[in-house]
């Protein structure tokens, strides 16, 4: 069995997950696999980390079942296993509507997607002699926060899709016990696209995604394995 571990980062093209594919990519340890929806971005992203590791890429709409079988296909021909697979796309937060529709668009994407995408790589997990699964939600999920009254920015959609993902991560954890180690972990405040002005995330205090995708990498690493009960930070957890 080929020792480099085989990693697939979805949404992998930009924010998080292109930091996080950097900060693996600079480990001869690991092959990193980008997921990008639009294949143009995902080439963009390829062209600048294939000179510092071993990279690839494969089109990825976590929303769409053809694409995501014909990912399945390419992972298995090119690699055989997968090792770890980071559930990291996602949408939103973006307005404070509760409407049905917005929701229901959420869940497509961060609900449904994740639920998807691991069902239909979990033949390649299992092939795997140390499988992970990694799953990246946000405080805005927490149960615990929105029931003490916090102070939580309006952003509902968001939060009831992140909630019903820390639900289906846990499942996960029971389901694949003993068999893949499933880890649920918030990757802080990063200025990025998600809400669709990176400049004001900054502002707000969004910090460079650099440091999550060093996060993420000692995750991948192993190195909070014991924690599959919590919702990890870097710094620790956030309840439920
Ligand atoms: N930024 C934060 O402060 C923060 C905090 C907590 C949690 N998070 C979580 O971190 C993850 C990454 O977010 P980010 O901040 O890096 O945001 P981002 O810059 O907007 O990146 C999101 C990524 O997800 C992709 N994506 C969206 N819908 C997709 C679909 N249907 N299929 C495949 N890919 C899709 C996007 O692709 P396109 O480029 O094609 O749109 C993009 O690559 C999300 O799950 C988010 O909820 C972020």
Known sequence: MCAQKTVLITGGNGGIGYATA???????????IIGS??????????????????????????????SIAAAVATVEKDRGRLDTLINNAGVGPTSPSLSVELLRNTFETNVFGVAAVTDAFLPLLRKSLDPRLI?????LGSSTLRASGAPLPPFHTYEISK????????????????????????PG??????????????????GDPAKAGEFIKSVVEGKRDADSNKMINEGGSIPW
């Open 189 to 206: 405040f990063n200025a990025t696209n998600l809400g669709g002005d990176p400049e004001a995330m900054r502002r707000g205090g969004g």
């Open 163 to 186: 909630a019903a993902l820390n639900m289906l991560a846990l499942i996960h954890r029971d389901l694949f016990k003993g068999e893949i180690k499933v880890i649920t972990l918030d």
């Open 37 to 66: 929806r639009s294949l143009e971005k995902g080439k963009t992203a390829l062209a600048k980390l294939s000179s510092k590791g071993s990279v690839s890429l494969v089109q990825l709409d976590v929303t769409d079942a053809t």
């Open 22 to 32: 950097a900060a693996l990519a600079a480990s001869p340890a690991y092959h990193v």
């Open 135 to 139: 799953h990246v939600t946000s405080p």
